[in-house]
């Protein structure tokens, strides 16, 4: 996915990348009142490796129990229907595969129809799904989104990434950036990075004026 935005984005708009289909549609989040900050928890935590490689199986394992090619295909009315042929982690990884799935759609109308407050929920519920169901989150991550959450003009936050460290995506409105950085800064535990972003074009061909 970073390698896709990183080549197809396009100013004033998200991206929804369909990974099935290899397509994507852009979407417009053109509206300069509101900015997405990116807060990097500067933290790392190291992993034996057998994190993400466990989580693909645990999925494939439900995909198949459930007579699927992939999690995509899948309802929650399907998962919840083979529950009891499903151990409680394989369960929970699924639940949380599929919801999202189901999230990314809503959350792409949220932004088609400016209701950043619904965009703001759905991030939260992501973020909590992958904390408590993919459990690829951290107490850094946890905390960040939480105090973040406490600042009047934040719709919403979660964790960004593979995980286990990293950073948080928040989207804030412009005018409550700055009074959201300082009360991260004096909640977080740690020492946090911020970057206030704004969607923009992708990577391109660059004309260089050898004059200079």
Same mark, same amino acid.
């Given at each position: 996915?970073?390698?896709?935005?990183?080549?197809?984005?396009?100013?004033?708009?998200?991206?929804?990348?369909?990974?099935?289909?290899?397509?994507?549609?852009?979407?417009?989040?053109?509206?300069?009142?509101?900015?997405?900050?990116?807060?990097?928890?500067?933290?790392?935590?190291?992993?034996?490796?057998?994190?993400?490689?466990?989580?693909?199986?645990?999925?494939?394992?439900?995909?198949?129990?459930?007579?699927?090619?992939?999690?995509?295909?899948?309802?929650?009315?399907?998962?919840?229907?083979? =529950?009891?042929?499903? !151990?409680? /982690? %394989?369960? #929970?990884?699924?639940?949380?595969?599929?919801? *999202?799935?189901?999230?990314?759609? $809503?959350?792409?109308?949220?932004?088609?129809?400016?209701?950043?407050?619904?965009?703001?929920?759905?991030?939260?519920?992501?973020?909590? =799904?992958?904390?408590? !169901?993919? /459990? %690829?989150? #951290?107490?850094?991550?946890?905390?960040?989104? *939480?105090?973040?959450?406490?600042? $009047?003009?934040?719709?919403?936050?979660?964790?960004?990434?593979?995980?286990?460290?990293?950073?948080?995506?928040?989207?804030?409105?412009?005018?409550?950036?700055?009074?959201?950085?300082?009360?991260?800064?004096?909640?977080?535990?740690?020492?946090?990075?911020?970057?206030?972003?704004?969607?923009?074009?992708?990577?391109?061909?660059?004309?260089?004026?050898?004059?200079?």
């Amino acid at each position: 996915m970073d390698q896709f935005i990183a080549v197809m984005g396009q100013k004033g708009h998200a991206l929804l990348i369909d990974c099935r289909s290899v397509e994507s549609r852009l979407v417009p989040l053109q509206d300069p009142n509101v900015v997405v900050l990116v807060t990097n928890s500067n933290v790392r935590h190291e992993l034996t490796g057998s994190e993400y490689p466990t989580r693909r199986k645990q999925c494939e394992a439900a995909a198949t129990a459930m007579g699927k090619k992939s999690l995509r295909e899948a309802t929650v009315a399907d998962l919840k229907a083979h =529950s009891s042929s499903l !151990d409680k /982690e %394989v369960y #929970c990884r699924a639940r949380h595969v599929i919801s *999202e799935i189901q999230r990314t759609e $809503e959350a792409t109308a949220a932004l088609e129809n400016g209701n950043y407050a619904q965009f703001g929920k759905l991030m939260l519920e992501s973020h909590n =799904s992958l904390r408590d !169901d993919y /459990e %690829v989150s #951290c107490p850094e991550l946890d905390q960040l989104v *939480e105090v973040a959450m406490e600042v $009047e003009g934040v719709y919403g936050s979660r964790m960004t990434g593979g995980g286990f460290g990293g950073c948080t995506v928040t989207l804030v409105k412009a005018e409550a950036v700055g009074k959201a950085i300082e009360h991260m800064k004096n909640k977080y535990s740690g020492k946090a990075t911020f970057y206030v972003c704004s969607p923009s074009d992708g990577a391109r061909p660059l004309k260089i004026n050898k004059d200079i």
